[in-house]
């Protein structure tokens, strides 16, 4: 089991299936990312070598922003609705649903959170 960029990958997996599982790539980011890298498609990450690695880890953390800078900087964006009070970011702080949803009878479990 090995970890690029803050995901856990399984040995037995596809490397395109396995860069899927981190935050910020999708299958079309993972597929562009292997053609950049002249990886076969059907290779595993168990046969990938180190070097290999580094250089997935490389060109992700070049390109793309993944992980942690992706959560913080959806964190940001909400502080930001906040810090303006935007109608968007009262509805974060108080936990509701921020959409349109119906809030009369669903919505339950942020609902309950609120009532405490």
């Known amino acids: 089991m090995s ?4 995901a ?3 040995p037995d997996e596809q490397v ?12 079309k980011k ?6 950049r890298l002249g990886i076969s498609g059907n ?3 168990n046969e990938l070598t180190k070097y290999q690695i580094d250089q997935i880890e490389q060109m992700i953390a070049q390109d793309h922003v993944v ?3 992706l959560k913080r900087g959806e964190r940001a964006d909400i502080e930001r609705l ?10 974060h ?8 949803q119906r809030t009369h009878t669903n919505a339950r479990t942020a609902r309950k959170q609120i009532r405490k």
């Open 93 to 100: 702080q108080d936990g509701s649903p921020l959409r349109g």
């Open 3 to 6: 970890y690029i960029s803050g």
């Open 67 to 69: 992980h942690w800078e």
């Open 16 to 27: 395109r299936i396995a860069s899927t599982k981190m935050d910020g790539i999708g299958p």
């Open 82 to 91: 906040i810090s303006i009070s935007r109608y968007r970011g009262i509805r």
């Open 43 to 45: 290779i595993k990450m």
């Open 30 to 35: 993972a597929i562009q990312l292997r053609y």
């Open 8 to 10: 856990r990958s399984l």
